[in-house]
């Protein structure tokens, strides 16, 4: 059903370190979102990209950065984990201005920190 | 920051009953969308509806918008064993510049007995 594909599937890091997490927005679709989802909340905006700049950030940290490559696939990088970052990563594409549109949401990446 | 707030956060009922769940917002916006999320997994975009539209149908689903009131309902007609999911609604601002989001509620849990 869904054309966005997250990798990995499931991740578990030390506190301390750092992860990429990787994403495949749908075909034709030229914008990404990211969103944190902890256990039993809503999606969280951590920021999007369009056509390869930053287009928007919620509020997150420093550490929490990202890249968009010309094929628009998507990776969200976090550095120095902290516990609190245990969470479902979620990757959202969508054709141009995604508001006024629906997302077409990956199936998450679903990261544990220790 | 959470926009959206549903209730109830948790619902159950028998499969044939109808499901209403309930959405209030704070600011102006677009429009609003509702998502379903299945086990923690990605969500699936169900509709649309924008701020000058008042009712908007689609299969078994009917939402409604209220915008003196900031709330919006979602309707699950007949319902089924596969409606079981959490259900978001989630505001779009209503302005398209950088940092425009969608901004996702807590969820509802719609639990359907067989």
């Known amino acids: 059903e869904t054309g966005v594909t997250q990798s990995p599937t499931h991740l578990i890091k030390t506190r301390g370190q750092q992860v990429t997490l990787r994403c495949s927005s749908q075909?034709?679709?030229?914008?990404v979102s990211w969103y944190q989802q902890a256990l039993g909340q809503g999606p969280q905006f951590i920021f999007q990209y369009y056509r390869e700049e930053e287009n928007g950030r919620g509020n997150f940290p420093p550490r929490f950065s990202g890249l968009q490559f010309p094929n628009y696939s998507s990776e969200l990088n976090v550095n120095a984990l902290e516990l609190d970052d245990s969470a479902l990563y979620l990757c959202?594409?969508?054709?141009?201005?995604?508001?006024?549109?629906?997302?077409?949401f990956g199936s998450g990446t679903r990261l544990t920190v220790v | 920051s959470q926009q959206g707030e549903e209730d109830p956060q948790a619902l159950s009922i028998q499969e044939g009953e109808n499901a209403t769940m309930n959405c209030s917002y704070k600011t102006s916006i677009n429009n609003l969308q509702w998502y379903r999320q299945n086990s923690g997994r990605g969500l699936v975009h169900l509709i649309l509806i924008r701020s000058n539209e008042r009712e908007k149908h689609s299969g078994r689903l009917r939402v409604t918008l209220d915008t003196s009131k900031k709330s919006s309902s979602l309707l699950i007609t007949a319902s089924r064993a596969a409606d079981t999911a959490s259900y978001f609604c989630?505001?779009?601002?209503?302005?398209?510049?950088?940092?425009?989001?969608?901004?996702f509620g807590k969820g509802i849990t719609l639990s359907v007995r067989p």
């Open positions: 075909s034709g679709h030229n914008t």
């Open positions: 959202a594409s969508s054709l141009n201005i995604p508001i006024l549109s629906g997302y077409t």
């Open positions: 989630a505001t779009a601002p209503n302005y398209t510049g950088a940092n425009s989001k969608l901004t």
